[in-house]
Nanobody
């Protein structure tokens, strides 16, 4: 019932920046949280950041604090992830997800997922 479309991935040098965007078709009653996850080859999917639609509360994984910023525009039904000071270890497929909240770091708490966008950071 919620469709998510991601954009903004690409290739960037270490220390550079990228801005990812996730456009949602709408907000279902249960979809109060928008999260970002990433998955590198041979690695498990891991939590990156999340934000609530209503209160703008934000959550971050320790490895991105001070570098990444998650924000939202309720009028546009869009969530953004500004990524600064990128490192080669940030290379992964990044996914946007929507869910009811709760344990925001767990991917199985989210009901809707985008297609993913590739982020590659070169050294």
């Amino acid at each position: 019932q919620v469709q998510l479309v991601e954009s903004g991935g690409g290739l960037v040098q270490a220390g550079g920046s990228l801005r990812l965007s996730c456009a949602a078709s709408g907000r279902a009653f249960s979809s109060s949280i928008m999260g970002w996850f990433r998955q590198a080859p041979g690695k498990e999917r891991e939590f990156v950041a999340a934000i609530t639609w209503s209160s703008e509360m934000t959550y971050y994984a320790d490895f991105v604090k001070g570098r990444f910023t998650v924000s939202r525009d309720n009028a546009k039904n869009t969530v953004n992830l500004q990524m600064n000071s990128l490192k080669p270890e940030d290379t992964a497929v990044y996914y946007c997800a929507a869910g009811p909240g709760g344990a925001v770091v767990l991917y199985n708490r989210y009901n809707y997922w985008g297609q993913g966008t590739q982020v590659t950071v070169s050294s």
